[in-house]
């Protein structure tokens, strides 16, 4: 038995209780997973709450029989394989349920090895059912393994203990600077470990407002509140088996840390307005630009919770410390920029390149080239494609909007003497390029160049909404 199979997790639905035992207790000893239910209600509530491949389903039971719990399974999004085990008088009835889409039925009295036989086969097409499914949803999102430039001894380093860990199911924190690569790492850990063939699924916990926020990770039940008209698998149910990452994970409401930490202790959850635990599995990889422990320190971020996602830190040195990556990095944006023939890059820009600070890392240098293919001519590119910042050495440039500076300290900054304005300024910078763009996030922050979260986080910090 192959060690997949093996994992299958099964559902027995037998009102007979010697019977459900004695199969429960067999099947376990195979190697699988078994939940049991005496009847139709108990066995639906058991699928609320675990992820079931195969459902072991007697016709005859009281409260709701196999037959209609077999139609109720078959209206739930992703449902198991249905195995139907009948008495002699009740055939008939197999044969309808096998028109109804179980997967095939048994005759008792059945050996346990036909049974194991049966089971092996339903739960391989579930699986195949599911990856099946996985797969199309992964070919819009994934490009293959994402290639991390490290010719610097820190981002060596950093690759070295990404392929260290990512096989584990320890959590991992991503710390540094904006657009240092956290997000690439994200990506890498999960395509390097055990998890690959599930989902990488990833949130943004700066993105949304509280309740929001809540409904998205956890999902809801039908009628939690108004317009909940159907159930919603929230995001860390999605990731069942894969990866969740949580982006500007110091950013989630302390409410929504006390959640979280119980569902990664117990890794179990409740949805909103749902009373039934419901199971999960997934590794926790988290990302912050900022220095948890002053986060921790100013009680905006629980330190248990911490203690939970950081089993492993993996920091990404800003791209000024290490000048040796950026020239490789260049050519290796410019080939993915434009694949056929990239441009060439004259040794003046190699050599501004290499000394700009660049206080907004990797991203900012894509920025930077994305411009300058467009405004190339003849295949080369020189330093008149270059933002003034660039090239002006010696007299940094200071975006008004520092991607890397942290939220709260823009007040302090305007206390310290900076023109009272500052935050006006930027207020007004992030209105114009979201007027710009119709109020289209990711292009506004691209504008203004800076991460998609950082300006998340600005939003929310300048409470700003479509109505401004
Ligand atoms: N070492 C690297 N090799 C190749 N590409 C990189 C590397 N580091 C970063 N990049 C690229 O730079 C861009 C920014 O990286 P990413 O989005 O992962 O940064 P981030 O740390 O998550 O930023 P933020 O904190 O602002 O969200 C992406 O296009 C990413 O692919
Ligand atoms: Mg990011």
Not at 159 to 187: F, Q, W
Request: charged residues 25%; aromatic residues 4%.
């Amino acid at each position: 038995m192959s060690e997949q199979q093996a994992k299958a997790r099964l559902l027995i639905a037998e009102d007979e209780a010697n019977l459900r035992l004695v199969l429960q207790k067999e099947l376990q000893r195979l190697g699988y997973r078994v939940h049991a239910a005496p009847d139709g209600e108990a066995a639906l509530r058991k699928l609320e709450e675990s992820n079931v491949d195969v459902m072991l389903c007697d016709i005859n039971m009281p409260r709701m029989d196999g037959m209609e719990l077999l139609r109720r399974v078959h209206e739930r999004p992703n449902p198991p394989e249905v195995i139907m085990l009948t008495g002699h008088a009740t055939v008939e009835t197999a044969i309808e349920a096998m028109k109804l889409g179980a997967y095939d039925y048994l005759t008792k009295p059945y050996r346990i090895t036909e049974l194991d036989a049966l089971v092996k086969q339903a739960a391989e097409k579930r699986a195949l059912r599911v990856d099946n499914q996985r797969l199309r949803a992964q070919l819009e999102r994934q490009s293959p393994m994402p290639e991390i430039v490290s010719v610097s001894e820190q981002m060596s380093e950093a690759v070295r203990l990404i392929e260290r860990v990512a096989p584990s199911d320890t959590s991992v924190l991503i710390t540094g600077e904006s657009g240092t690569g956290k997000e690439l790492v994200a990506h890498a850990l999960h395509r390097l470990s055990n998890r690959s063939d599930a989902s990488f699924i990833d949130l943004n916990c700066a993105a949304f407002q509280e309740t929001l926020l809540e409904s998205e990770l956890f999902g809801y039940e039908a009628g939690a509140f108004s317009g909940a008209k159907a159930r919603k698998l929230g995001l860390i149910e999605l990731a069942d088996r894969g990866t969740l990452f949580l982006d500007e994970i110091t950013e989630l409401p302390t409410q929504l840390q006390a959640k979280l930490l119980r569902a990664i202790e117990t890794r179990t959850f409740f949805r909103v307005g749902g009373v039934r635990k419901v199971e999960v599995n997934v590794r926790i990889v988290a990302a912050t630009n900022r220095n948890l422990d002053e986060v921790v320190g100013i009680g905006q971020f629980r330190s248990d919770l911490l203690y939970r996602v950081n089993g492993f830190e993996i920091h990404l040195t800003p791209l000024r410390e290490r000048r040796e990556d950026i020239e490789p990095l260049a050519h290796h944006i410019l080939k993915q920029l434009c694949s056929a023939n990239p441009p060439e890059l004259t040794p003046e820009v190699l050599n501004a390149l290499r000394t700009y600070s660049w206080p907004g890392n990797v991203r900012q240098l894509r920025n930077c080239l994305e411009r300058a293919v467009l405004l190339a001519n003849d295949g080369r590119i020189t330093t008149k494609e270059l933002p003034p910042e660039v090239t002006q050495s010696g007299a940094p440039f200071i975006p008004v909007i520092a991607a890397a500076r942290p939220a709260d300290s823009a007040d302090a900054q305007a206390g310290e003497g900076a023109p009272a304005s500052l935050r006006e300024v930027e207020r007004q910078q992030i209105l114009a390029a979201l007027e710009q763009t119709g109020w289209h996030r990711a292009k506004a922050a691209e504008i203004l160049g800076i991460s998609p979260s950082t300006l998340y986080r600005r939003l929310r910090d300048y409470n700003l909404d479509r109505r401004g």
